[in-house]
């Protein structure tokens, strides 16, 4: 019985001791947002970064939080009542209370559109409701991946057609036979309509599936085809990297973010029509024309780079220099990030400017161009975030208004969330592109301090300046998903990046001329060549120093320790400058 006393003692007491911890935490967060409201309550532009931020923060909380949607939209409209009535009463949205409440309606709202994201493998109208099931179903082929020995087709299915015994009951108590009869059946229980003809039924279904296929025939987006194929669940795939090597990579994951969650290999596919043309056909033949005229006219590897840099397409690209460049921190320079959709907006602009047109009137065919390129190489986050972030900023110099790079970062990542939330926690080069950007805005003001001594040769003090920025911020997510960093990269960078905006321009009017004529495409291809030969080689000889930490364990401590220092050493720094200038 005392030891029974005692115990109880003890539990009482550390119950207490949690419960005095949550007060206190609240306390102290209570006080951040009143004077995170304090801040925000006078300016427009403040309340609509907040609403931004919270929306993207209800996204969040719903990996980690299931809920009934239906109850979250009732919720949503409940607070949106509540938002509406004391508008009304206040007559202002610059109050404490109207404020609150629209924050908790962004907040709501994203963790909603996060539920209503998540599939349902119970409802027969999915296609990936008959994973593990031999198949035959119609389909719309929506992108095609091409790489080095297999396409990956990623097909929006349209209908299931699978072959029913003769002389079975089928559910619904409708007796089967030889003959030809056609039954449409509507059952209530199913929830789908259901064509039956000759013993086959053809079921109305949606949903995507990734399907393996051979380099030939050839295939094209909007071809509908007739796919045969047993229907798998995507899982874990061995990694032979150092931060994947215990668990594998979770392929099934990383295809959730595509809404594809069923794989299809060994499938008999047949095309029942032709694509007609449309935007996306459009799109794929002039990005295949412009490869096609990038091959005729540079070598390999320095094709494979070029066409990965300029088209986002990977399958030229060389496996040894790919990871070479990964180990030392190039592989950015090859993505389509901000700096080719600046360089390409800069082009445009300065090409319409000396047609005659006025900067303001240039911003719809730049636009226009801008949106076109970003759709053409496949719209990868890292473009789609340039290209929102440089229309907004193009948009708000055509109206006159102030830049504002936190507001514009923060709209094109609650834009791409709003349509594909799974991104959010899923897509590694999102994260990545958003934070090096992050670091772009917060990082150079504090690191330049530092740099102000450095001779600005070259624009190396500013190379330097932005990749260590860049870097800082993204080196936690690095460690996290591929386990292993290189301190050789911001010398690799210093010594290639000065080269990649000559590349860029002449890349492109090399890419558009090998398109119209061959011969001057290859004459321009000649200093394409040299400037990617001296990237390659200066990569290679950085390659054989020993100096790549790998990370095999605990990787997920990296940005769980490393972020909120990152964000304390901003902050801190940022009131250090406020109270100079008082």
């Known amino acids: 019985m005392p030891h029974k006393a005692r115990y109880k003692k003890q539990d009482t007491n550390f119950f207490s001791k949690i419960c005095f911890l949550h007060l206190v935490s609240c306390f ?20 609509f ?5 919270f929306f993207i923060a209800g996204v969040a909380l719903g990996n980690f939080f299931v809920a009934d949607s239906y109850l979250i939209f009732c919720l949503m409209l409940f607070a949106v009542f509540l938002l509406l009535m004391n508008i009304k009463r206040s007559g202002s949205v610059y109050t404490a209370n109207v404020v609150i409440i629209l924050l908790a309606v962004s907040l709501i709202f994203g963790f909603w559109r996060y539920q209503i994201s998540l599939p349902d493998f119970g409802d027969p109208v999915k296609i990936y409701h008959y994973n593990g099931q031999q198949i035959k179903f119609v389909g719309k082929i929506i992108s095609i991946d091409e790489r080095v020995n297999l396409r990956k087709l990623t097909v929006e299915s349209e209908s299931l057609s699978t072959v029913i015994p003769s002389g079975i ?78 668990a594998g990579f979770d392929y099934g994951r990383y295809l959730s973010k595509d809404n594809i969650y069923s794989l299809c290999s060994f499938a008999d596919l047949r095309v029942i029509k032709s694509a007609p043309l449309s935007w996306p056909l459009l799109l794929f033949i002039t990005r295949e024309h412009f490869s096609a005229g990038l091959s005729a006219s540079l070598p390999e590897p320095a094709v494979g780079i070029l066409t990965a840099m300029l088209l986002n397409i990977s399958r030229g690209l ?20 901000g700096s080719h959709i600046t360089t390409i907006a800069a082009i445009l602009i300065v090409l319409a400017i000396g047609l005659g047109l006025k900067r303001q009137n240039a911003f719809w065919p730049v636009a226009i161009i801008i949106a076109f390129y970003t759709a053409m190489v496949g719209a990868p986050p890292s473009a789609l975030r340039a290209a929102i972030m440089g229309i907004m900023l193009l948009y708000a110099q055509k109206i006159g208004r102030r830049n504002s790079l936190p507001v514009a970062l923060a709209f094109a990542a609650a834009l791409m969330v709003l349509i594909n939330p799974k991104i959010l926690m899923i897509d590694a080069g999102f994260q990545l592109s958003f934070m090096s950007v992050l670091g772009l805005i917060y990082l150079v003001p504090v690191l330049e301090k530092y740099f102000s001594r450095l001779p600005d040769f070259w624009q190396l003090k500013e190379i330097a300046l932005v990749t260590l920025s860049a ?36 890349g492109i009017f090399h890419m558009l001329a090998a398109a119209i004529y061959l011969p001057l495409g290859q004459l321009l291809g000649l200093l394409s060549w040299l400037l990617i030969e001296y990237w390659i080689k200066a990569a290679q000889l950085l390659g054989w120093l020993p100096l790549t930490f790998n990370f095999t364990a605990n990787a997920w401590l990296a940005p769980l320790v490393a972020y909120p220092l990152i964000g304390y050493w901003i902050w801190r720094e940022r009131k250090k400058e406020i109270g100079n200038r008082k």
């Open 28 to 47: 102290f967060l209570s006080c951040f947002f009143m004077e995170f409201l304090n801040n925000i309550i006078n300016s427009k532009s403040k309340i």
């Open 49 to 53: 970064l907040s609403c931004l931020l």
């Open 169 to 246: 009951t089928p559910k619904g108590g409708i007796k089967r036979d030889n003959s030809d009869v056609t039954k449409v059946i509507s059952s209530s229980n199913r929830g789908i309509t259901t064509s039956r003809q000759g013993g086959t039924r053809n079921d109305i279904v949606s949903g995507r599936v990734m399907i393996n296929t051979a380099l030939y025939p050839a295939y094209a987006p909007g071809d509908i085809i007739n796919v045969s194929c047993k229907l798998q669940a995507p899982g874990i795939v061995a990694d032979s990297s150092a931060a994947g090597a215990s």
């Open 318 to 337: 060389d496996p040894a220099l790919s990871n070479l460049f990964a180990k030392l921190g190039l592989t950015h320079i090859i993505a389509i990030s």
């Open 471 to 506: 870097q800082i911020m993204t080196l936690p997510l690095t460690v996290l998903y591929f386990g292993r960093f290189s301190p050789l990269s911001l010398l690799a960078n210093l010594l290639i990046l000065p080269v990649i905006p000559l590349l860029t321009i002449w």
